[in-house]
């Protein structure tokens, strides 16, 4: 007996050294095909971020529309054909967390290396996703927070780590936050 694979959306994410032209390749790029813009503006520093959504094939012919329009601008990508469920909701933050056994954090210098990095922690390991902040007051850096097991966490972030480093290498710091304490808790969330 063969087992179906669950559908999985697409993921792309393009970012820009030129906000107008950030602006011109996110309009062509919802042109091109039918999917969802889920992050589109300015970030620091005067950088453009698109990241958008949708079934494989959309996403595909958007991305690459994108970098057409986007052409030498274009100073990160990513296409994630399978991107893991939890992702589009923690970019969004809205994300609902129950109980927190650990808590982990990872950092990146890159919105692409951030998503990337979460995919891969979620891959790992059964945890939650909290939030996947993507550069808008950070500087340009990225960030997502997961909570789980202290065993889990523990498995993502290495999982996080990795594909950071063999993609990018734009990886700037980990956590791992066992028992965090009820105060602390309320700001995870």
Excluded: N
């Excluded at 960030?143 to 523990?154: K, P, V």
């Amino acid at each position: 007996m063969t087992r179906k694979r669950p559908h999985r959306p697409a993921l792309a994410c393009i970012e820009l050294t030129s906000i107008a032209r950030g602006f011109k390749t996110c309009d062509e790029m919802v042109k091109k095909a039918q999917v969802r813009v889920l992050e589109a503006g300015t970030v620091c520093p005067g950088k453009y971020v698109i990241v958008i959504g949708g079934e494989v094939q959309d996403v595909h012919e958007s991305f690459q529309r994108g970098l057409e329009v986007a052409s030498t601008g274009a100073v990160d990508q990513l296409f994630l054909p399978q991107a893991h469920d939890q992702l589009i909701p923690a970019i969004g933050a809205t994300a609902s967390v129950g109980e927190v056994d650990a808590a982990g954090v990872v950092e990146t210098f890159a919105v692409a290396s951030a998503i990337l990095a979460a995919d891969a922690a979620c891959k790992r390991a059964p945890v939650k996703l909290i939030e996947l902040r993507l550069a808008r007051g950070l500087g340009g850096k990225a960030f997502f927070t997961m909570t789980g097991t202290l065993a889990d966490i523990q498995a993502s972030v290495q999982a996080a780590e990795d594909v950071v480093r063999a993609e990018s290498g734009l990886l700037f710091r980990t956590e791992v936050i066992a028992r965090p304490h009820p105060e602390f808790q309320r700001w995870l969330v």
